[in-house]
């Protein structure tokens, strides 16, 4: 009986070690990344110790390289730093803790040099660089170093963090730091706090650009970040530290004013169980400034403090209130949850009423559609068809199709605005959307027994051929 040619494991293990090896070398040939990956596997049969020397001068190959990576070349790069990754999590990590975290750490160092010269807009080796900076996390604790060391390296990544390979690397710490490394990194930052930059004077100071308020000197922008960097390093660090108090005496009283910051500071005191504290912290924010909805998560941090201090009424009126001004589908269950039996029916109603008569017609399509009640979502199309807009097809599309099949007019609605917007603004692209949306017209008058006052669909064709005949784009797709 012939042997199967499928490629699997089983069949390949039937060609014997000898035979696998010759084909491994052979492929190998003008293939530096095999050869690499192979002397990887080799080294590991020595254990932890050989494979990360192997890994150790592979990153220092790629350090010292200079030449310019392009887009075309990006995928060999990243697949590089993956594999290196790849092997020191698999073989090093095992059984030495330390000298793979070591590994990981340099990886990271390294990617300064990497950025600079690589094209990496599509964030192929970004990516890698999240996983390794994900995997020095993972390794901190295991690591057994003391917590100085630990904060000196994290004091040390976080201020060399110009592409952001760094990003959250105290968050990711934070475990294996403790409340002494914490402690010790908070130090750090308040003394470079004390030290901001030097800058110079007279002709001495660099301009590095101009902008809406005027040139933009060097020594401006470092004493900017500098402030910005301490700033946020702190409040990393009295969050990691459940330190509530540390993080609102970092806000000056000028952002606390600032909706965004104060349901920040609300949001950690209520954490804390601090209710009452997170209502004042918001009502720093002038209502003047929270007018327009344009602060959701300040009304979402408002309701669940109101509802942790007690005032279960208010959070209640305030939950309504919001999704008669936006419909947000998030707020009105929440509302109807803490209902008592048979008031939700009620209130369900009278949302469905208020959305089909909401100022914004698409908005009220939205919400109808994905709430669901394609009944009331019918009725809105049926009673405003002047107000669909064809543009809008992220939303038209699927919500023709969840009302196709009890509401063949609708949603017949729908899908004509989208081929007339196509066809009137001459969109070229969305013809042959728009013609397979005319398909589906023609399928749903079948079953559809009264179009009303819209014409049917012999007519609707008809139109479309008197005004667009000509755009054989649209008539041949």
């Not at 499928?6 to 050869?35: C, F, P, S, V």
């Not at 790069?77 to 999590?89: G, K, P, S, V």
Request: hydrophobic share 45%; glycine share 8%; charged share 25%.
């Amino acid at each position: 009986m012939a042997r199967s040619k499928t490629l699997n494991t089983t069949n390949l293990a039937a060609l014997g070690a000898e035979r696998l090896a010759a084909l491994l070398i052979e492929l190998a040939q003008g293939d530096a990344a095999m050869k690499r990956r192979l002397r990887l596997e080799l080294a590991s049969q020595g254990g932890g110790e050989d494979v990360a020397a192997e890994v150790r001068k592979r990153l220092v190959a790629i350090a010292r390289a200079r030449g310019f990576v392009d887009w075309r070349k990006i995928r060999s790069l990243a697949q590089d730093l993956e594999t290196q990754r790849t092997a020191i999590m698999t073989h090093v990590a095992p059984s030495a803790t330390s000298e793979a975290f070591d590994l990981l750490w340099r990886m990271l160092e390294m990617a300064p040099s990497i950025h600079e010269r690589c094209d990496d807009s599509n964030g192929i080796v970004g990516g890698v660089l999240e996983e390794v900076l994900t995997n020095l996390g993972e390794m901190a604790a295991p690591s057994g170093f003391s917590a100085e060391r630990l904060a000196e390296l994290v004091f040390t990544g976080t201020c060399d963090n110009d592409y952001g390979q760094f990003d959250g690397l105290i968050s990711l710490m934070a475990p294996a730091l403790g409340p002494p490394g914490l402690g010790i990194l908070k130090t750090k930052f308040e003394a470079l706090a004390k030290n901001p930059p030097v800058a110079p004077k007279g002709k001495a100071r660099r301009i590095i650009g101009y902008g809406s308020q005027g040139t933009i000197y060097e020594d401006d922008y470092k004493a900017r970040h500098h402030t910005r960097l301490i700033k946020r390093t702190l409040a990393e660090i009295a969050d990691a530290l459940g330190d509530v108090d540390g993080f609102v005496a970092l806000q000056s009283n000028d952002e606390r004013t600032n909706p965004a910051i104060a349901a920040q500071i609300a949001r950690r005191l209520l954490d804390a169980g601090r209710a009452d504290e997170a209502l004042a912290a918001l009502d720093q924010a002038p209502a003047e400034l929270r007018e327009g909805g344009r602060w959701p998560e300040w009304q979402k941090v408002r309701i669940d403090a109101l509802e942790a201090a007690g005032q279960s009424e208010t959070a209640q009126h305030e939950r309504w209130d919001v999704f008669e001004r936006t419909l947000d589908a998030e707020y009105l269950k929440a509302y109807i949850k803490r209902l008592p039996d048979f008031d939700d029916m009620e209130a369900e109603e009278r949302a469905l009423a208020h959305a089909r008569g909401f100022s914004g017609f698409h908005q009220a399509l939205a919400f109808l559609v994905e709430w669901p009640a394609l009944d009331a979502a019918a009725e809105l199309i049926l009673a405003r068809p002047d107000e669909i807009d064809g543009d809008h097809y992220w939303l038209l599309t699927p919500a023709a199709e969840v009302l196709e099949p009890k509401h063949p007019l609708a949603a017949t609605l729908l899908l004509r605005a989208m081929i007339d917007f196509a066809l009137d603004r001459a969109r070229a692209k969305r013809y042959p959307h728009a013609a397979r949306h005319l398909q589906t017209c023609a399928y749903l008058a079948g079953k559809i027994d009264a179009f009303g006052d819209h014409a049917d669909h012999e007519v609707y064709v008809a139109s479309l051929k008197a005004n667009h005949g000509r755009k054989s784009g649209f008539w041949k797709s």
